[in-house]
């Protein structure tokens, strides 16, 4: 463009968003809802009548321009990956955009892990 510099400030905070990749932390139990979280995680409590907690990070992201996103998951996830996959699929994958949901891996540490733990 002509009279914008490389380094133009405002020039980078407009790339910025397309550039970042947002990650929403959202393997909340929400042990104070009790009755709420007993079969779902805390993100994917109904708020507000069809919308859901994760709803709120994930509006954030897109109105701030950011348009790929990991979702990382953990306690009760299935109805969090369900609500993810049904409302919010209208990303363009040629453009790059995304909602990746990022399971957490969880194992049980057999006698060899602790061994080689201590080798190290």
């Known amino acids: 463009m002509v009279g914008v510099e490389k380094n133009d400030p405002l020039m980078l905070a407009r790339q910025l968003p397309i550039k ?8 909340g139990r929400g042990t104070r ?12 409590v109904h ?12 509006s954030n992201c897109i109105n701030s321009g950011i348009r790929r996103i990991g ?13 993810i996959q049904r409302g919010w ?14 399971p957490a891996q969880q194992r ?5 892990g602790i061994a080689a733990r201590r080798m190290r």
Do not use: C, W
């Not at 970042?20 to 393997?27: F, M, R, Y």
């Open 89 to 102: 699929s209208f990303f363009n994958e040629e453009m790059n955009e995304f909602v990746d949901l990022l």
């Open 108 to 112: 049980m540490q057999g006698k060899t």
């Open 71 to 83: 979702v990382i998951t953990q306690y009760q996830s299935h109805t969090l990956v369900q609500h």
């Open 20 to 27: 970042s990749v947002a990650l929403i932390l959202a393997g």
């Open 33 to 44: 809802l009790k009755d709420l979280t007993n079969k779902r995680a805390k993100p994917a």
């Open 47 to 58: 708020f507000g009548g069809k919308f859901r907690i994760i709803d709120f990070a994930l």
